[in-house]
């Protein structure tokens, strides 16, 4: 503000009425937000005689531009607006701070046409502070009069301003909320979209890759069966045949068998991931279901020179709740790895016991391989997870535990696997009683 400005900023000694200064701080006490400046802006007004009064707050620094937040005219609360500062008494205020101009105010400002629309001579105005010491906004009060004739009334606006500024900060802030809630909302709401969309791809993909293995299964055994049923045939007349093409039919034979053994872990994946796997949950006796799959295995375990052990706590008669035959395919898995796995001359060690305080059986299958590493234990039930199987010529296509884990979950039951690396590994499987 130039120093002429300056020296008008304290008016002439006139009082403002008490009761008006009371009026002011009554109607304001209890109020909030934009009933607040509402309130304000009409005591405002009354309190010093003023014709106009307004709120505003600061929306852009460059240029400089408000919008107000109340605004009082001739008796009755107007419409918001914006404006520009530029050429305006305002503009003081943002730039100088407590600005007061008497009279002449439209020949001290010809650019703002307003002021002649308006028919006001007279300005008084104060900035906004935060409690950060920024300029948020203004009020202001315009008269035909002079609109502060007292020595007090830049003591009170000051006063008032420091309450509207309060309250205009906690406004702006609890704007700020509500969009930054509202910005954190659609954030949310498009990545849930966006994963919704993901999965649905996921799994449109999966079922494809689903049918894919199942056609392509049924559509191998097809001619594999062809190749194992002329190699039974010709090993039918072995006798007439020169030893060495014995051995390269035995081999097709090996091949064939193994390869259909491959076409079925695929073939059981993909009937369970479509939902076409059903299990017959019946009571089945644990001790004679261990002793089948190790009978399966036990040629397989001396071919790799380990050796099955087995113990049992419970007695012969437990049952359990299961399927049968896909417990066996289940346990079959697990000690097959168990053997492959395993070092020469090692063991394979099966306990089967009861949960302490539950009516839980619990199965469990150790070997002293070399162990898995804790950050892989969660991979080895993931389809086609074979972990370092290639490097050690390990046949397989790396999915029978995830088979397994998919047919324990059908059966009602758990599994999982304790290890270390260099310390070997222990699968577990447990059921309800029955």
């Known amino acids: 503000m130039s120093k002429a400005n300056q020296n008008n900023l304290r008016p002439p000694e006139k009082a ?8 002011l701080v009554a109607g304001t006490a209890s109020l909030v937000g934009e009933a607040f400046f509402a309130g304000f802006i009409e005591n405002l007004a009354q309190a010093f005689g003023a014709q ?48 007061y101009f008497p009279e002449n105010l439209q020949a001290l400002f010809p650019d703002d046409k307003d002021l002649v629309t308006m028919g006001v001579n007279s300005y008084f105005g104060i900035p906004l502070i935060s409690s950060y010491e920024e300029v948020i906004g203004h009020i202001c009060i315009l008269g035909v009069d002079p609109v502060a004739d007292s020595p007090f009334a830049e003591e009170y606006l000051r006063i008032f301003a420091a309450r509207a500024a309060a309250e205009l900060q906690r406004l702006k802030t609890e704007r700020d909320l509500v969009k930054h809630k509202d910005h954190l909302q659609d954030l949310v709401t498009k990545q849930t979209l966006h994963l919704q969309s993901a999965l649905h791809e996921a799994e449109v993909a999966n079922h494809a890759k689903t049918e894919f293995l199942t056609r392509m299964s049924h559509e191998l055994r097809t001619p594999l069966n062809a190749i194992l049923g002329y190699t039974e045939l010709v090993t039918e007349d072995a006798h007439e045949l020169l030893p060495q093409n014995r051995q390269l039919i035995d081999k097709i034979r090996m091949a064939g068998v193994h390869l259909n053994y491959l076409i079925d872990e695929l073939l059981d994946i993909s009937q369970i991931e479509l939902g076409k796997v059903r299990v017959d949950l019946r009571q089945c006796h644990v001790n004679s279901i261990i002793r089948d799959c190790i009978a399966l295995v036990i040629e397989r375990a001396k071919k790799h020179n380990v050796s099955i052990q087995y113990n049992s706590d419970i007695n012969n008669f437990t049952h ?25 001359g090692g063991i394979v060690d099966i306990t089967v016991n009861r949960v302490p305080q539950t009516d839980t059986v619990r199965i469990t299958v150790t070997d002293n391989g070399p162990g898995i590493a804790r ?34 979950g059908l059966m009602g039951g758990t599994i999982g696997v304790e290890s270390e690396k260099g310390k070997g590994s222990t699968f577990w499987l447990e059921f309800a009683s029955a």
């Open 16 to 23: 403002l009425e008490n009761s008006s200064l009371r009026n």
């Open 52 to 99: 106009f009064a307004l709120a505003s707050e600061l929306i852009s620094k460059e240029p400089m531009r408000v919008r107000t937040v109340a605004f009082w005219q001739n008796g009755i609360l107007g419409q918001n607006f914006e404006y520009n500062l530029q050429s305006t008494p305002c503009d003081c205020v943002y730039g100088k701070g407590l600005s």
């Open 320 to 344: 359990i709740m299961a399927d049968s035959a896909r417990l066996k395919q289940v346990l079959i898995n697990i000690l097959v790895n168990g053997i492959v796995y395993n070092s020469p």
């Open 375 to 408: 950050e892989n234990l969660d991979k080895i039930f993931e389809q086609f997870e074979r972990l370092d199987a290639p490097t050690k010529c390990i046949d397989g296509a790396g999915v029978g535990l995830a088979i397994a884990k998919q047919l324990m």
